[in-house]
């Protein structure tokens, strides 16, 4: 897909200045990741010449105090005696580190939309992960340690 220069980007009557939210559709959730194809995923993964990994996020327990009155991370091992087991609690606002916001983070306020004309009530409830929410996704997270290569 060719993308329009940004004054040709679509607006649809009624939707907030700059959102171009018709750019992928009317039902769409995920904005410019429909640019993952997989041609194209398959093309970047011949790329990899090293195998040289980099991580781009910063640790959760980075910030010692988190901004805007957010909670600090909490991280209890609780011991599952006799066994040699251990579980991992964790408590943790996800905006005390890397960003692991969908498009139903920050709407535009004065319209109280959210990414293709969302509203409030549609992204709150157990159903929020259908609509522009993450689900399915599995993460590995530790404290910052660096890791042997």
């Given at each position: 897909?060719?993308?329009?220069?940004?004054?040709?980007?679509?607006?649809?009557?009624?939707?907030?200045?700059?959102?171009?939210?018709?750019?992928?559709?009317?039902?769409?959730?995920?904005?410019?990741?429909?640019?993952?194809?997989p041609d194209v995923v398959t093309a970047a993964a011949k790329e990899i010449t090293t195998g040289?990994?980099?991580g781009l996020d910063?640790?959760?327990?980075?910030?010692?105090r988190p901004p805007h009155d957010r909670k600090p991370l909490t991280h209890?091992?609780?011991?599952?005696?006799?066994?040699?087991?251990?579980?991992?609690l964790l408590d943790f606002n996800t905006q005390i580190s890397s960003q692991w916001d969908g498009f139903r983070h920050f709407g535009y306020q004065s319209l109280g939309l959210f990414y293709n004309g969302a509203k409030v009530s549609?992204?709150?409830?157990?159903?929020?992960t259908a609509n522009l929410g993450?689900?399915?996704?599995?993460?590995?997270?530790?404290?910052?340690?660096?890791q042997p290569a």
């Open positions: 897909m060719t993308r329009p220069a940004f004054e040709h980007l679509p607006l649809r009557k009624g939707d907030p200045p700059f959102s171009a939210w018709s750019l992928y559709g009317p039902d769409d959730q995920l904005g410019t990741l429909n640019i993952l194809t040289v990994r980099i910063a640790p959760v327990d980075y910030l010692a209890t091992v609780i011991h599952k005696a006799p066994r040699a087991v251990h579980d991992d549609q992204l709150s409830g157990p159903e929020a993450m689900h399915g996704i599995t993460t590995s997270v530790t404290p910052h340690t660096p």
